[in-house]
């Protein structure tokens, strides 16, 4: 799962295989340790939510999605789920969980064997 962080927004990228995984165990989940042993913590859960939350905890960032929608989302052709959540200084912060497409053009050391094949790509 990719993790992708720029102000006021929290972008998720899935693979297939991760969103099989969602679907099964309802959670994926990734951690990136650091030199002094800290541990940063971000995954992606089903839950019995009525809306998708955002949650800050000591060891990183949890995003629930709503049972029904996380199931119609891993299990259609649908791309993505997205949501504006309001914060206290009523900037909203945008969510965005999507599926990982293969990317157009090859890149060296880039393993795509478990991304989703490109609806723009003209050879797939």
Do not use: H
Request: proline letters at 4%; one cysteine or more; a negative charge.
């Amino acid at each position: 799962m990719k993790l992708r962080i720029k102000g006021n927004s929290i972008r998720l990228r899935l693979t297939k295989t991760e969103i099989e995984s969602i679907a099964e165990n309802g959670i994926v989940s990734e951690e990136t340790m650091f030199p002094n042993g800290s541990i940063f913590e971000y995954s992606l859960e089903i839950g019995e939510v009525e809306t998708v939350q955002a949650i800050y905890g000591d060891s990183g960032i949890m995003i629930v999605l709503p049972f029904e929608q996380a199931k119609e989302w891993a299990t259609s052709e649908n791309v993505s789920i997205e949501a504006a959540l309001e914060t206290p200084t009523g900037e909203a912060l945008t969510i965005l969980v999507e599926k990982d497409f293969k990317c157009l053009v090859d890149r060296v050391g880039e393993e795509e064997g478990d991304l989703f094949p490109n609806p723009n790509s003209k050879t797939e």
